[in-house]
């Protein structure tokens, strides 16, 4: 058994101490759309579900640049960075443009405008921060408050419906869709994003990242890797259905009236656990023996994630103490790229995502093991992703007629889990061209109790890392668990 890498909030701010964050430079770069390019984009169903949720942050942990005279990597960090930014934001142009609110008595529309005002770039240093204060490694576990790690993410505190311009809003200027801040620290460099989440998914987000390291290191393989393939190019045409109605209208005359009110978060630890390679195959394989020794028949062979979830879920349910009749549910994504006709597989920027609940009791999920509980997460997925028309149906149709937004994360179902992010997001291939990342960390913004972010393992080979959101004692408690524990490990060294 290893242990996990946990961060504790503690109240306070950046401002103070040694984890002061100085604001060096704040620039808006610009970026125009090519001729004959679309001025306004429609947003689709699945990007207007999500104006009520915070915006999507996710930063790396790089190493500090080599400083030897005479070598490339000395150049200064915002020299490399901030030019591949523009370039990168050229290939995303609507990423800096503004949505915009039109009002149509007892309607409402929301579209992109390519107005190309602008993303945020921010530098900032805090030489009394280390990467070790940031991504709480190397074990064994330790309690990393909230603060500095808040003040390392640009445009916290805002709803994605917060930067739509509504008439008659005067010069009150929207906030930017996608802002990044790069922050020197004592011994490394934090590279942070917020995007929108009404303009784009986790696809999206990294698909960005993605192109903005491989233009920062000069379209080669960085510091010590051969040259990989460069991103594929952004498509930015929005799906609909066809006879769809486009500009989509919104039940109600102000886009403010879909947002829940907004509540402050309770207190919540973070902890971040690493499964190896080795670890989830053996999940994986544990799950459907067990499945095939209960004469069930599954929907679909459970797949390594669904049984690294379905081990978080049941271990979980335990922490929280659930009585065995309470209901409880985890929430997925589908993937729609390459599912649904008229979406490609790669490059499509937008929301392209689906939620998947599969639901029970708690006495279920915990009490009939492993392979019972990552069957329900592969039936809820399979009864999606196998059915195209049911996909739309489900995720589009049904969405125009009872227009259900997402709650932001602090009115998430307490009995809950949900999982957001990708394994197969290229997070540690981000090499801006003087060394891969060392750590990933999910921004404040995206915090809630059962929220549960899965990246890709450090080290590769299939490994997996889940940062979790739990109330304080359930965190605890969850650490403490054994079965949980016994298939988590120490990540690899950087």
Known sequence: MQSADCNTPMQGSA????????????????????????????????DLRMLTVEYFQDGIVLPKPNRDPGRDDDLAVMDRLSPAFARALRCFYPLAGRLVVGEHGDTATVSLLCTGEGAELVH???????????????????????EPVSSLFPLNGLLCVDAAASPGAGSRRPAPLLAAQVTELADAVFVAVSLNHAAGDGTTFWHFVNTWSYLARGGGGGADSSPPPPPPPPVLKRWFPDGYPVPVPL??????????????????????????????????????????????????????LQALLAHLWRSVCRARRLEPS????????????????????????????????????????VGNGLGRAAGLLARAVASLAKDEAALVRESVDRWTEEQRFAPPAAAQAVAAIVAGNSPRFDVYGNDFGWGKPVAVRCGPENAADGKCTVYEGRGGG??????????????ARLVADEEFMDAVSAPPCP
């Open 15 to 46: 401002g103070g101490g040694s984890g002061r964050v100085q604001v060096i430079s704040r620039q808006m770069v610009r970026a125009e759309a090519p001729p004959a390019s679309e001025e306004e984009i429609h947003l689709t169903p699945w």
């Open 124 to 146: 900032a240093a805090a030489p009394g921060v280390t990467a070790a204060d940031v991504a709480a490694w190397p074990p064994p576990p330790r309690d990393t408050p909230r």
């Open 251 to 304: 039940q109600f005359a102000k886009v403010q009236h879909a947002v829940q009110q907004r509540r402050p978060p309770p207190p919540l630890h973070e902890c971040a656990f690493h499964f190896s390679g080795d670890s989830v195959r053996n999940l994986k394989a544990r799950a459907n023996a067990e499945l095939a020794r209960s004469g069930e028949t599954p929907a679909a062979t459970v797949s390594s």
């Open 326 to 365: 309470q209901r409880t549910a985890y929430v997925q994504f589908v993937g729609c790229r390459g599912r649904v006709r008229g979406v490609p597989a790669a490059g499509y920027v937008g929301n392209a995502v689906v939620p998947c609940r599969a639901a029970s009791t708690a006495g279920e999920v």
């Open 462 to 475: 299939g490994a997996v890392c889940l940062e979790v959101c739990l109330a304080p004692d359930a965190m």
